[in-house]
């Protein structure tokens, strides 16, 4: 079992950043993929960024590419999520997650591939 906790979200200005948080315990992490998702009202769940516990690899969704970058710090167990350049749209509770694949370097992008999720922060930015 997995427990993840956001926080960091808020209400911000467009154009401003925000960093988010994902405090990760309860196994070794090291064959998880871990991975911010986003869900404004009445839109689906949607795929932002990933990153594997263990190497280089990391995933980023068109929408933010070259404005949001993910990191981890494995001795903290916590991934993050540094937002730059916000935009209203960009409004909407962001979630992180995690999914168990040993012996691979992919970060998935659905979340039907994630097995535990935070409970969400929430993120607003205001014109």
């Known amino acids: 079992q997995v427990q993840l906790v956001e926080s960091g979200g808020g209400l911000v200005q467009a154009g401003g950043s925000l960093r988010l948080s994902c405090a990760a315990s309860?196994?070794?992490?090291?064959?998880?993929?871990m991975a911010w998702f986003r869900q404004a009202p009445g839109k689906e769940r949607e795929f932002i960024s990933g990153?594997?516990?263990?190497?280089?690899?990391?995933v980023y969704a068109d929408s933010v590419k070259d404005r949001f970058t993910i990191s981890r710090d494995n001795a903290k167990n916590t991934v993050y999520l540094q937002m730059d350049s916000l935009q209203p749209e960009d409004t909407a509770v962001y979630y992180c997650?995690?999914?168990?694949?040993?012996?691979?370097?992919?970060?998935?992008?659905?979340?039907?591939?994630?097995?535990?999720w935070g409970q969400g922060t929430q993120v607003t930015v205001s014109s």
């Open positions: 990153i594997r516990w263990i190497g280089s690899n990391t």
């Open positions: 309860g196994r070794t992490l090291f064959s998880y993929a």
């Open positions: 997650a995690a999914d168990y694949r040993p012996y691979s370097t992919r970060v998935l992008t659905s979340p039907k591939d994630y097995d535990y």
